[in-house]
């Protein structure tokens, strides 16, 4: 029944009267007018009401007889009758008059509508005691008007804005929890008419439907709130443009004065798109305008609403409007909302992340990128926010993070604020305690975050207490949680220990060293205060507790506290007693903790809320209570430990393998004998600990050697059982165990035993002395060595506090050192020195040398010879010399203190055998390369000493180095070429990392200038010079090979250094290659060489596959030369062969890690003038051709160069020089190939040490101990692959 539904009436029914011009009533009803009581006129009107109720439309007869009647309903006397009850009926009539009526209303004037339309408004504001006895005709009211839609008739009135503005407000108004569904219904269909029939919707109109959305209106009337929700769903698509223009006007046209709801444009958007976000399709693009507004407020409001609407639950917004969750990103061309430039904006941003994070786990992908720049955010709250956004969405679901994020965390460890450290550390800690202990996400969670003990074990290395102190709280609550039932917490313990990596594993022995370490500074502090008072006892009473404070947060507060604490112990001894009891090595755990709690009762303050002095004091009670560690946790360990060694643990199941679980187990063991050594006495614990000892494993067998030293100082009294079992196992480790098992079992029973020196006797009876080692400890060198290392030092700190050679002391001192290197150490060549004693002075002569270069004046006397001998150092067959070497060379050149020529020594470790080593090399390398680069950028003085400074320049002493390389004996040698071209890619890999200046031609013409030049040291020795350009052919090959640009022109010329290098003649071309072709092919595509006896140098020999040590015998071809300033010319170069000496069974070891070898004997029966042509033709090449470290013909050291005689010959009646073992090189195998006698007979075999190589065994074998060599019975044996003894200790 709808007025709108049907024409317009036609004709005007006012003024309709009977025909005896008397208004016509119902039957019964008297006449109503204002001279009756308002009693009377109530009775009247019901009647009337009721007559209008039982009325339709049909009734033709009726509307016409009644007409006057409803037009006297409408009369100002009815609309404004003070009786609540008449205004009532009389708009229950008017109700039931338009209902009769329609589609034509009785009343025609607009004016007469309005006022009646605002007095049925008026009454419904009724509805809002559903208590009142009226509250039924109010009900019935808004039906009519509700059913018939009444309202719409104002849709022909000018101002009916108004009318439907006065009954939104008073519906919303109205409207409360006591109300059915059928009211709020009536008023849905009574808004809603209007709002989808009419041509539109006000801006007033729409206010006063939003207003109920704003969270002020919305908490005080929630059912109004959900009366607008309701309407809106039901009109969307009517109101959406209306809603649109007006967030249109005020977001981008800044018209906020369009209506009062202007300042709640955010809200209000927020909670339209929770009804309906369709309400807003237009709205949304207009967000993006905002997001560039130049207002930080402005953004950071747009910002707080786009997280909401993107990180809310049910929320689609990010997949169904992509351009604006972009734009919020800060993608294409609009500004970065986690980059903006206001701080709040860039915070609400990331607390948004948190939400999304959990709310829309696809998102995540999008996310992490700006996570990841904002956790570098130069404001600590936002890197604070990050950690918090990212823990909060791990700790609800693991899956809701990826690795990136939570690598996020793990940077902000370090993070350099205290408050993102703490943040990142617990929240990390707390992962770990969900994830990994409680196992609440499965294995595959708890693989995720395996990390995070290790991580957080590794910042226990930062220097802050603070950091100490977290740590420390961190394991006692979530690593290994103390309130744990001891055999749980000790499972914990015993497996995290297994599974934490070395770092970890020795930050979490530092931190009980630590908390011991303030055990006993306390435990010391106590026995001050058993003292006298005296000055002296004040005074370390003092020290003690200034050292107690430094182990506290804020230590200069913490000074104050502690000296009030100490003051507290003094007068309380009750307090005393209980603090001396946290810190016996008999106190439990449980003692431990109801300690701590009394301790701190005692000191609490009820009236101080926050006592600064009682949390500092917990802060040392919680570092010193052993709330982990006492003697049941030492028992429950060993018993996991015997489960894991009988194979009944859970060993795989906890991610540990059995033998890693018993190890580990033992290493925390032997860790905790130091901490807490009262608490292992017990028999049980050292039956197992006995049971270990028989164990196979080295390091197991040690480590239980070590716990017994620790902990069995009363075994001997107490427990006589154990020591008679332990004294026959001790003396069989320190017989026959390993090195660091010998030296365990003798300090063990030096603690142990009081008859300490029966015992060792009975050990060293049998004990012979055995120094085969290459290197030993500091305490085992003997004096006279050290006395000479210390000789040496002197020496050059002598000369370096003179820096002159007026006196030519340097030049003897530099004649000196050569000789200890020549000869390796032994310079009385006697043999009566220890090879680990010789390692220490080539170590000593090496570094003397290079320290020596270090003073300008010194180093202009550094003959090349002796630059070469010091070189070769670094590939000593010694590992810690090379290693100590190395790292002295690289120390040096990192100052800038050594020459550039130096650094080519680097080239040579490209042969060291140990990988390690070659990779720190190479780490060097980049360090000195990057050091030298930046300081010529920083220091425009600098371009004048380029010479000395550019790392480029390092290429001709590289080139000149190699060239008199003493493995580098024939230039057409395949393998020996490989062996160059490694060394000079090993430096020419770093120089040509980045082409600065043109660089790689640069290093292109220095190689072709130096062909141009010749060898400075033998500038007429024409093999010499065929070395050398042969090493810049192969060098040439390789940078043409590795680089695109070296052919470039060069930028300048390049100089090349006069001590090396003649200066280029003017009529000289050298446009020979010295390399074939086919030996280009070879060097550049790799060829495999065959493999050596140390193929397998870096990896591990185990005990049980030690094969024999044959050494083979030899004789002597030469005499002993000594090399200083009186060389006669005439004797020629030392050679050095295999030792003569009876074959024995032995191990050539570098400490623990030996390298069996098989050598065979040389040549002896050689034709003695075929033995003369070979000196002569090697005394006539003229350079070092020694192997590495060995002795080489070297020329008088300082300021003469003695030649030595082309035409003399060795003397062949005397014995061949002993020939021993290289040091630190790569195995060199002989020529591919046939080659023929009188070509192996031409090798310079008597210059260098000889190569250990594999000795070809005779059929019936070489017995172990009296075998000899066999001696070589063709030539096709010395042809065999040589091969270098070499060490493996890293």
């Not at 786009?306 to 993608?331: E, H, I, M, V, Y």
């Not at 080519?904 to 060097?924: M, N, Y």
Request: neutral net charge; hydrophobic residues 40%.
């Amino acid at each position: 029944m709808d007025f709108t539904a049907q024409p317009k009436p036609a004709t005007a029914l006012c003024g309709v009267v009977s025909a005896d011009g008397k208004i016509a009533y119902p039957p019964g009803v008297k006449e109503i007018t204002d001279k009756i009581t308002t009693d009377e006129m109530i009775k009247r009107l019901k009647m009337v009401v009721k007559t209008f109720m039982d009325m339709d439309q049909d009734s033709e007869d009726e509307k016409q007889q009644y007409l006057p009647l409803a037009l006297h309903l409408a009369s100002e006397f009815f609309l404004r009758n003070p009786n609540k009850d008449v205004r009532l009926l009389v708009a229950c009539c008017l109700a039931d008059i338009f209902r009769i009526y329609a589609p034509e209303a009785p009343y025609t004037s607009h004016d007469k509508l309005k006022d009646i339309f605002l007095f049925i408004t008026r009454q419904l504001k009724g509805l809002e005691d559903t208590k009142s006895p009226q509250f039924n005709r109010y009900f019935y009211l808004l039906e009519n008007l509700a059913w018939v839609k009444s309202y719409n008739i104002c849709f022909e009135l000018e101002d009916c804005n108004e009318i439907f503005i006065q009954l939104f407000r008073t519906l919303f108004s109205v409207i409360n929890n006591s109300h059915n569904k059928k009211v709020q219904m009536h008023m849905l269909d009574l808004m809603s008419s209007i709002i989808m029939e009419g041509d539109g919707v006000t801006q007033e109109l729409l206010d006063s439907i939003l207003i109920n959305l704003i969270p002020a209106h919305k908490n005080l009337n929630k059912q109004s709130f959900d009366l607008a929700k309701v309407l809106l769903k039901r009109t969307v698509q009517t109101i959406e443009a209306c809603i649109a223009n007006f967030f249109n006007q005020v977001l981008v046209l800044g018209r906020s004065s369009v209506s009062d709801l202007s300042e709640h444009v955010f809200d209000l958007i927020q909670e339209l798109f929770a009804i309906d976000p369709h309400l807003l399709l237009s709205v949304m693009p207009q967000l993006e305008f905002k997001l560039k507004s130049n207002d930080g407020e402005e953004r950071l409001a747009v910002v707080r609403l786009l997280a909401k609407l993107f990180g809310s639950k049910d929320s689609d917004l990010a997949t169904q409007n992509r351009p604006l969750w972009q734009c919020f990103l800060g993608r294409n061309l609009f500004l970065c909302r986690f980059n903006d430039i206001h701080v709040p904006v860039r915070l609400e941003s990331v607390k948004f992340a948190s939400h999304c994070l959990m709310n829309h786990p696809d998102l995540a992908k999008d996310l992490t990128e700006y996570l990841k720049v904002r956790s570098h955010d130069p404001e600590e709250a936002i890197r604070h926010d990050v950690i918090v956004t990212i823990i909060t969405a791990a700790k609800r679901d693991l899956a809701l993070v990826n690795d990136q994020l939570l690598g996020f965390v793990r940077e902000r460890t370090l993070d350099k604020r205290w408050r993102v450290r703490k943040e990142a550390m617990m929240g990390l800690a707390q992962l770990y305690k969900k994830y990994c202990l409680h196992g609440e996400a499965g294995k595959e969670a708890a693989e995720k975050v395996s990390w995070i003990k290790d991580k957080l074990l590794h910042i226990y290395y930062q220097n802050s207490i603070d950091d100490k102190l977290l740590v420390e709280k961190i394991f006692a609550q979530y690593l290994v949680p103390h309130n744990l039932e001891t055999e749980e917490r000790m499972k914990c313990l015993y497996y995290l220990y297994a599974s934490l990596d070395p770092n970890a594993v020795k930050a979490l022995n530092e931190m009980w060293k630590c908390q011991n370490m303030l055990r006993s500074h306390v435990r010391e502090l106590l026995d001050l205060h058993k003292q006298p008072t005296s000055e002296a006892n004040c005074s370390a009473m003092f020290g003690k507790l200034m050292t107690i404070a430094k182990n506290l947060p804020d230590p200069g507060k913490a000074q104050d506290f502690v000296k009030k604490f100490n003051q507290v112990l003094g007068d309380d001894e009750k307090l005393r007693s209980q603090l001396e009891l946290l810190i016996s090595p008999t106190c439990s755990c449980k003692q431990a903790d109801i300690c701590v709690r009394e301790i701190a009762r005692k000191l609490a303050n009820p009236k101080q809320p926050t006592n600064p002095f009682l949390e500092m004091v917990k802060f040392l009670l919680e570092r010193i209570a052993p709330v982990h560690i006492d003697s049941e946790a030492i028992s429950a360990l060993v018993k996991l430990m015997n489960k894991s060694i009988e194979g009944t643990a859970d060993d795989e199941e906890e991610g540990v393998s059995p033998d890693t679980a018993i190890r580990s187990g033992l290493e925390l063991l032997k860790v905790l004998s130091f901490t807490h050594p009262t608490s292992f006495h017990s028999a049980e614990t050292y039956e197992s600990l006995l049971q270990c000892l028989r164990m196979e494993d080295d390091k197991v067998a040690e480590a239980a050697i070590q716990i017994f030293r620790n902990t069995g100082h009363k075994i001997e009294t107490d427990l006589p059982q154990i020591r008679s079992t332990l004294i026959p196992i001790l003396h069989q480790k320190a017989k026959r165990g390993t090195p660091h098992q010998a030296k365990q079992a003798v300090h063990c029973i030096h603690a142990i035993f009081t008859n300490k020196e029966v015992q060792l006797a009975q050990i060293f009876e049998s004990t012979g002395e055995k120094n085969g080692k290459l290197w030993s400890p500091d305490e085992e060198v003997s004096p006279e060595v050290l006395a000479k290392v210390q000789a040496i030092k002197l020496l050059v700190r002598w000369l370096l506090g003179m820096k002159n050679n007026q006196s030519k002391s340097a030049n003897s001192t530099l004649r000196l050192l050569s000789a200890m290197l020549v000869s390796e150490g032994d310079l009385t060549e006697q043999k009566r020195i220890s090879k680990s004693d010789m390692s220490r002075l080539r170590l000593a002569a090496g570094s003397a040398i290079m320290k020596l270069a270090q003073e300008p004046c010194y180093h202009e006397i550094i003959t090349p010879e002796q630059f070469q001998l010091c070189a070769l150092v670094i590939n000593d067959e010694c590992y810690q010399v090379r290693q100590i070497f190395a790292q002295k060379l690289h120390k040096a050149l990192v100052k800038l203190l050594l020459p550039l020529e130096y650094m080519a020594i680097f080239a040579l470790c490209a042969k060291d055998p140990v990988k390690e080593r070659r990779a720190h090399a190479r780490q060097c390398l980049l360090k000195n390369i990057s050091i030298r680069r930046e300081y010529i950028k920083q220091n425009p003085m600098a371009t004048e000493k380029l010479l000395s400074l550019l790392p480029e320049y390092v290429v001709p002493y590289m080139i000149h180095l190699l060239a008199h390389d003493p493995d580098f004996t024939r230039s057409q040698d395949v393998d020996q070429l490989r062996d160059i071209k490694e060394c000079l890619w090993f430096m020419l890999e770093v120089l040509m990392t980045k082409n600065e200046n043109n660089s790689h031609a640069f290093m292109k013409k220095m190689a072709e200038n130096i062909k141009l030049t010749r060898d400075a040291q033998s500038p007429d020795e024409s093999k010499t010079n065929e070395k050398l350009y042969t090493v810049c052919d192969v060098a040439l090959c390789v940078i043409n090979s590795k680089s695109a640009l070296c052919n470039a022109d060069s930028p300048k010329d390049p100089v090349l250094p006069m001590k090396f290098f003649t200066q280029p003649e003017k009529d000289f071309c050298n446009d020979k290659s010295y390399i074939s072709e086919e030996t280009r092919v070879l060097l550049l595509t790799g060829k495999p060489k065959p493999a050596g006896v140390l193929g397998a140098v870096n990896k591990p020999l185990s005990a049980t596959g030690r094969k024999p040590y044959v050494r083979s015998t030899g004789t002597e071809t030469g005499s002993n030369i000594n090399v200083n300033s009186e060389l006669n010319p005439s004797t020629g170069n030392r050679s050095r062969e295999q030792s003569s000496e009876a074959a024995e069974t032995g191990v050539s070891e570098n400490e623990e890690n030996p390298v069996r070898i098989i050598s065979v004997t040389p040549v002896k029966n050689i034709d003695p003038v075929k033995n003369k042509e070979i000196n002569s033709d090697q005394a006539t090449q003229g350079n070092i051709s020694s192997d590495r470290g060995k002795k080489r013909t070297v020329t008088a050291a300082g300021a003469e160069n003695i030649q030595q005689k082309t035409d003399e010959k060795v003397d062949e009646s005397g014995p061949p020089a002993p020939s021993k073992p290289r040091r630190g090189r790569r195995p060199k195998s002989e020529s591919q190939g046939n080659a023929t006698k009188n070509d192996d007979l031409n090798k310079p075999i008597n210059k260098g040490r000889k190569r250990a190589a594999v000795g070809q065994e005779s059929p019936g074998g070489l017995e172990a101990g009296n075998a000899k060599a066999p001696k070589l019975q063709d030539l096709a044996k010395k042809a065999a692959p040589a091969e270098r003894q070499i060490d493996l200790q890293r």
